[in-house]
């Protein structure tokens, strides 16, 4: 065998071996943000979720008189921060946007089954929402009146 093919199969020995380490390299994983859909899936869940809260009777009164689209505007930017996104959430605390509006844990409740219904309608990964609502979980003792 030349000098040359024994230099070209080394070369292509190299090659191969480079190739196949990066096929086989951890790939890292796709942030929950991600995994929601990114900007389309927080907007189709945030629409979905709007829905279902105008068609809940039990807590559709705490919103008969906001301003839904900039609402809308807030939770996307909300959801998008929380779910790891690229977006900066810049609305009132949890705590200013709800002092004495007397939400129940009742209510509370009532509202996050109609976040799950629309994840649900979505067809969103069970484990997915449970990290979500994870990081939405913490909101509650600014939100629910004691």
Known sequence: MSIMKTGLRIAGFALLSILVACSS???????LYDQLGGKGGIDAI???FLANLA????????????????????????FCYVSG?????????MLEAHKDRNISDADFNALVEDLEK???????????QNRFLAQLVP?????VYH
Request: hydrophobic share 30%.
């Open 46 to 48: 945030t629409d979905g």
């Open 85 to 93: 996104g690229p977006c900066q959430y810049d609305g009132k605390t």
């Open 25 to 31: 390299a951890p790939s890292t994983p796709p942030t």
């Open 55 to 78: 068609n809940d009777s039990r807590i559709a009164h705490f919103f008969a008189k906001t301003d839904i689209d900039k609402f809308r505007s807030m939770l996307v930017k909300q």
């Open 118 to 128: 629309s994840m649900d309608d979505l067809h969103v990964d069970q484990a997915v």
């Open 139 to 143: 909101m509650h003792s600014d939100i």
